[in-house]
């Protein structure tokens, strides 16, 4: 399975933006969806974005449309998450994960990413004043 590192997360203030990072040991996250899940105290881990392998299909959480960006650089083995108008209600570790999902619908689904994908050790994402 593919290694992957997440940085960048920390403490903003609400309405600030952050730049989540996910470094991959290899070139095969290229082959691979991926996308970034979140978890906060007491509550789920879900999907907040998904980016296709190749064609730049995303997939959006509703919560986050319109503030998050995804995007990845294939020739730096990267994937980054963009976040604009952070609200207190982001805060959570934010998890980067990759697999040979088909779509990024199904990619951003938690059970099938548990099943198919690897998965980095979290960032910690702090919005409060």
């Known amino acids: 399975q593919v290694q992957l590192v997440e940085s960048g997360g920390g403490l903003v203030q609400p309405g600030g933006s952050l730049r989540l990072s996910c470094a991959a040991s290899e070139d095969t996250l290229n082959y691979y969806a991926a996308g970034w899940f979140r978890q906060a105290p007491g509550q789920e881990r879900g999907g907040v974005s998904c980016i296709s392998s190749s064609d730049g299909s995303t997939y959006y959480a509703d919560s986050v449309k319109g503030r998050f960006t995804i995007s990845r650089d294939n020739a730096k083995n990267m994937v980054y998450l963009q976040m604009n108008s952070l609200k207190p209600e982001d805060t959570a570790v934010y998890y980067c994960?990759?697999?040979?999902?088909?779509?990024?619908?199904?990619?951003?689904?938690?059970?099938?990413?548990?099943?198919?994908?690897?998965w980095g050790q979290g960032t910690q994402v702090t919005v409060s004043s």
């Open positions: 994960a990759a697999g040979p999902v088909a779509t990024v619908q199904a990619m951003c689904i938690k059970r099938v990413a548990e099943t198919f994908g690897s």
